[in-house]
């Protein structure tokens, strides 16, 4: 009973600290916070018929729609005609009730908001609602007191809002960079669509400057992960000696200059995404830490005896063909398994260069913002010189070259004479121009 009322607590706080978010997030962007968000579809559903029409009525003395449901059957059918902003419910009723309508709801729309009542209210009650979904508990006498009941439609209304906002936001940023329209972009698209909702490990290929970290960020942004920290490590840059504290952790003393206890990029990662950049470069005794870690989901900090459960989820990233690196013994054949599940490889971006005007007017963009500047284009025969380079360097020697000629541009069109390219011209680009 004592870890109920704590837990019942606990997401009564959290309510209140993500209101308060709300509004000082409204504050920080000068938008007018009103604690009445404006006319919302709300569904209300209650085997009495006084309580339900007087909780209709209430709602729409303040602006609301109301749609009735005498009960949690009828309610169903009429969610997906009503397509309510917010569900509000009666806990009890005979048959079907409102947890099993509340469970119902949430499988075919995971974020509809749901506000549950009831007149026999208990901790135990509200803390299954709140466990399986509903967003707010409400006991029916404090229907008697119109502001109780506004101020909980509003705060239920505004955290959605507030959730799909945010979720619009992380989208907006994994597409950050990811940019273009080829054939080859419109697979990787697809790719991370099927990919990103699922737990599977990926293994994202391709040369350097491609946009494999920008993948891989999509990846994390467009899972059921991406509320959770992405984290990221360069086995590449790190020496030997310092790969697996950076991992796993370690303990205070556990070895000359361990000041302090201190937590690896697994912990840092749990419940969200870790990169491993660069996976070829990590060291063969690493890589055996590693899969052990892989295999049984918990970390033993360096010095520790505790092994301390992750919930993480793994995208490794390399510039090597790893197969080989198996061949000829540099990589852990079971290691590599464990990493492949979901393979991609990003094409380098001489293979595909109808993304390159996307591409540059995106840098264009950036670059004018960063630098006050006004370019407005670059010229067609700038384009058409642009996509017969080979770009070595990808996607990073493009965003290179595209800064260099802004310096120097005075006026408002890029021309060929402000680039300098390095890395010839891509001949089968040429070739397939000429073709056209």
Same mark, same amino acid.
């Given at each position: 009973?004592?870890?109920l009322?704590?837990?019942?607590?606990a997401v009564?706080?959290?309510?209140?600290?993500?209101e308060?978010g709300?509004a000082?997030?409204?504050?920080?962007?000068?938008k007018?916070?009103s604690?009445?968000?404006?006319m919302?579809?709300?569904?209300?559903?209650?085997?009495?018929?006084?309580m339900?029409?007087m909780v209709?009525?209430?709602?729409?003395?303040?602006?609301?729609?109301?749609?009735?449901?005498?009960n949690?059957?009828?309610?169903?059918?009429q969610?997906?005609v009503v397509?309510?902003?917010?569900?509000?419910?009666?806990?009890?009723?005979?048959?079907m009730?409102g947890?099993?309508?509340?469970?119902?709801?949430?499988k075919?729309?995971?974020s509809?908001?749901?506000?549950?009542?009831?007149?026999?209210?208990?901790?135990?009650?509200a803390?299954?609602?709140?466990?399986n979904?509903?967003?707010?508990?409400?006991?029916?006498?404090?229907?008697?007191?119109?502001?109780i009941?506004?101020?909980?439609?509003?705060?239920?209304?505004?955290?959605y809002k507030?959730?799909?906002?945010?979720?619009v936001?992380?989208?907006?940023?994994?597409?950050k960079?990811?940019?273009g329209?080829s054939?080859?972009?419109?697979a990787?698209?697809?790719?991370?669509?099927?990919?990103?909702?699922?737990?599977? %490990?990926? $293994?994202?290929?391709? @040369?350097? !400057?491609?946009?494999?970290e920008? =993948?891989?960020r999509?990846l994390?942004?467009?899972? &059921?992960?991406?509320?959770?920290?992405?984290?990221?490590?360069?086995?590449?840059?790190?020496?030997?000696s310092?790969?697996? %504290?950076? $991992?796993?952790?370690h @303990?205070? !003393?556990?070895?000359?200059?361990? =000041?302090?206890?201190?937590?690896g990029?697994?912990? &840092?990662?749990?419940?969200?995404?870790?990169l491993?950049?660069?996976?070829?470069?990590?060291?063969?005794?690493a890589?055996?830490?590693?899969l052990?870690?892989?295999?049984?989901?918990?970390?033993?900090?360096?010095?520790g005896?505790?092994e301390i459960?992750?919930d993480?989820?793994?995208?490794?990233?390399?510039?090597?063909?790893?197969?080989?690196?198996?061949?000829?013994g540099?990589?852990?054949?079971?290691?590599?398994?464990?990493?492949?599940v979901?393979?991609?490889?990003?094409?380098?971006?001489?293979?595909?260069?109808?993304?390159?005007?996307?591409?540059?007017?995106?840098?264009?963009?950036?670059?004018?913002?960063e630098?006050?500047?006004?370019?407005?284009e670059?010229?067609?025969?700038t384009?058409s010189?642009?996509?017969?380079?080979?770009?070595?360097?990808?996607?990073?020697?493009?965003?290179?070259a595209?800064?260099?000629?802004?310096?120097?541009c005075k006026?408002?069109?890029?021309?060929?004479?402000?680039?300098e390219?390095?890395?010839?011209?891509?001949?089968?680009?040429?070739?397939?121009?000429?073709?056209?």
């Open positions: 009973m004592l870890m009322a704590v837990l019942y607590a009564l706080t959290l309510n209140a600290k993500m308060l709300i000082k997030i409204a504050k920080v962007y000068g007018k916070f604690i009445l968000p404006p919302a579809k709300i569904l209300v559903v209650d085997d009495e018929e006084i339900r029409d209709a009525d209430s709602l729409e003395l303040n602006g609301h729609r109301c749609t009735v449901a005498a949690p059957q009828i309610a169903l059918e969610i997906s397509n309510p902003d917010l569900i509000i419910s009666d806990y009890k009723m005979p048959g009730t947890l099993d309508l509340l469970k119902a709801v949430k075919d729309r995971p509809q908001p749901f506000l549950m009542m009831t007149a026999f209210g208990s901790i135990e009650m803390v299954e609602a709140l466990q979904g509903a967003d707010h508990f409400i006991e029916k006498k404090d229907f008697e007191h119109a502001e009941i506004e101020h909980a439609v509003a705060m239920v209304l505004e955290k507030y959730r799909m906002e945010n979720t936001l992380k989208k907006r940023l994994c597409e960079n990811f940019i329209h054939e080859k972009f419109v990787l698209n697809k790719f991370v669509e099927t990919v990103a909702p699922t737990n599977a %490990s990926v $293994l994202i290929t391709g @040369e350097s !400057g491609v946009g494999k920008v =993948l891989a999509a994390h942004y467009q899972s &059921l992960r991406a509320g959770g920290p992405f984290v990221k490590i360069n086995c590449a840059a790190l020496p030997e310092l790969i697996e %504290s950076e $991992l796993f952790g @303990e205070k !003393g556990a070895f000359t200059g361990a =000041l302090k206890t201190r937590r990029k697994f912990e &840092l990662a749990d419940s969200g995404t870790l491993l950049d660069e996976i070829g470069e990590m060291p063969l005794a890589q055996s830490k590693l052990r870690v892989l295999q049984e989901r918990a970390v033993v900090r360096i010095g005896d505790d459960k992750v993480v989820r793994i995208i490794c990233t390399t510039n090597r063909d790893l197969k080989k690196e198996v061949e000829n540099n990589f852990r054949e079971d290691l590599y398994y464990r990493l492949s979901v393979p991609v490889h990003i094409p380098p971006l001489r293979e595909r260069t109808d993304d390159i005007p996307d591409l540059l007017n995106y840098f264009i963009g950036k670059f004018n913002e630098n006050g500047r006004a370019v407005e670059a010229s067609e025969e384009v010189m642009l996509q017969e380079q080979m770009w070595p360097g990808n996607i990073r020697q493009l965003e290179n595209v800064a260099r000629a802004m310096v120097f006026g408002t069109t890029l021309t060929p004479e402000f680039f390219i390095e890395g010839g011209k891509n001949v089968a680009a040429g070739k397939t121009k000429k073709k056209a």
